[in-house]
């Protein structure tokens, strides 16, 4: 029985044109910088969100550490477009992040429910709580979307070079 190689079993996140791309755009450093600032202020945020809905108190500041948060989405987001367009060509859903972008939207669209309810005033307080706590279980799973496949994606990295050696030198 032939078993295949570990690197046939799955394509790479990244081509090698793709990886080269990655690391020249300065998009990449922003990627990197910005998403441990989003998840610090997201903790710092949801420690307070719930604090405000198990006591009443810290009204102020959990409505605008929910605003701060939803600003660095926005701007994460933004960047991460950008990034996504100079690494794969497409703004959105290039073809190894699909999913990932797929929930992105959902969490976008959460803390934009909480943004237009915190501006008209359409929910009372409480509700708009419980909106942004929706929103944050939601980037907790797309956080770890990303954290898993940009793991993969390192462990793959000398899997993935192999790869391209064996296919060079089936060429010649």
């Not at 972008?101 to 359409?122: C, E, K, Q, R």
Request: glycine letters at 4%; a positive charge; proline letters at 5%.
């Amino acid at each position: 029985m032939s078993r295949r190689p570990v690197y046939e079993s799955k394509s790479p996140l990244y081509t090698p044109e793709e990886r080269q791309r990655r690391n020249a755009t300065p998009w990449t450093i922003v990627q990197a910088v910005l998403a441990p600032i989003q998840f610090v202020v997201f903790l710092v945020s949801l420690v307070l969100v719930l604090r405000y809905l198990q006591t009443g108190d810290g009204a102020l500041a959990a409505t605008w550490s929910v605003v701060c948060k939803t600003g660095l989405l926005y701007t994460i987001m933004v960047t991460g477009a950008i990034w996504e367009k100079e690494v794969f060509g497409c703004y959105l859903f290039a073809r190894p992040f699909f999913w990932e972008d797929a929930v992105s939207m959902i969490v976008i669209a959460l803390h934009t429910a909480y943004l237009y309810a915190f501006v008209t005033g359409s929910l009372p307080l409480r509700e708009q709580m419980l909106i942004a706590l929706a929103a944050y279980a939601a980037y907790v799973v797309n956080a770890a979307q990303f954290v898993l496949k940009l793991r993969a994606a390192r462990r793959a990295e000398p899997t993935a070079a192999a790869h391209h050696a064996v296919k060079a030198e089936y060429a010649r």
